[in-house]
């Protein structure tokens, strides 16, 4: 179909980046029953197939590469555009760290890309590449990682190593300095009663370990983010984190205004 458009037609979004093995079409959305986003220059006639939905780009050579014969923009690209038509920051940011996960791209090669890119100096796309992390290793780790460092916390470090005489663990995300872990309890993912088991086991060893370890749900940051972020705000003063009296109030005053303002996540589950 993209040759029957234009010699130049490049699939683009949402498509480039389920060509690339990333799905981010909304949850209950088939990716094979939507329209293909496809990047054509300007000055190319009107594209009129329904099946198609069209974006006037000019994708120079160094944005564009093939996956099995297909034209499609090179994974950073994608990344970028992807994050860039999100409908917040937190699913721009999930976008990005699906991509970093995969090895589709280095924080470096997407900062680069950055650079390049014609909406890179608009404040959310930037924002989002700076939050990004390859650590993240679902969705919802991505958006507790925005929520904390939207806050004013310190930002977490992403599959923080726990030693415990267990062994070795990794935390979804932690501080290091002040043995604070935070551990995602998904219902999706750890259901079976053996995994639920697992899961006290390894809390149990990192808090003989010296940890404080913070179970929080999809719950938790769909319904009641500010008493989450609370909770990690008093976890880490409890374990020495001190800011400065200004500090604290900015803080309290941030989580305040996601108080009166929480976001709307579940639309950005296919992120």
């Given at each position: ?9 490049v ?24 329209r293909?986003?496809v ?29 099995a ?49 014609p ?5 959310r ?9 390859p650590?993240?290793?679902?969705p ?23 030693e ?66 609370r ?21 309290r ?19």
């Amino acid at each position: 179909m993209l040759a029957e458009l234009s010699v130049d037609a490049v699939a683009f979004g949402r498509t480039a980046a389920y060509l690339w093995g990333v799905d981010v079409h909304p949850r209950g959305l088939r990716a094979t029953r939507t329209r293909l986003h496809v990047a054509v220059p300007p000055g190319v006639e009107k594209v009129s197939r329904h099946a198609v939905v069209p974006h006037r780009e000019l994708l120079p050579p160094s944005d564009r590469t093939l996956v099995a014969g297909v034209r499609v923009t090179t994974p950073a690209r994608t990344a970028l555009d992807v994050a860039h038509g999100a409908e917040s920051l937190y699913g721009a940011t999930a976008a990005l760290d699906r991509f970093l996960a995969l090895g589709l791209v280095d924080p470096q090669g997407l900062s680069e890309a950055l650079s390049r890119h014609p909406r890179g100096a608009r404040p959310r796309l930037r924002r989002a590449v700076d939050l990004s992390d390859p650590g993240s290793q679902s969705p919802a780790e991505s958006w507790t990682r925005v929520m904390v460092c939207g806050a004013r916390l310190p930002r977490p470090r992403t599959q923080c190593p726990v030693e415990t005489v267990q062994g070795l663990f990794h935390a979804d995300l932690g501080w290091p300095d002040h043995r604070v872990a935070v551990e995602y309890d998904s219902a999706a993912h750890h259901s079976a009663r053996h995994e639920r088991a697992r899961d006290r086991l390894r809390h149990r060893a990192m808090a003989e370990a010296g940890w404080l370890v913070v179970s929080i749900g999809v719950h938790d940051l769909q319904r009641r983010p500010a008493r989450l972020l609370r909770r990690l705000r008093d976890a880490l003063f409890e374990r020495g984190w001190d800011p400065p009296r200004a500090e604290r109030e900015r803080i309290r005053w941030a989580i305040r205004r996601l108080e009166s303002r929480p976001p709307r996540l579940v639309r950005e589950a296919g992120a």
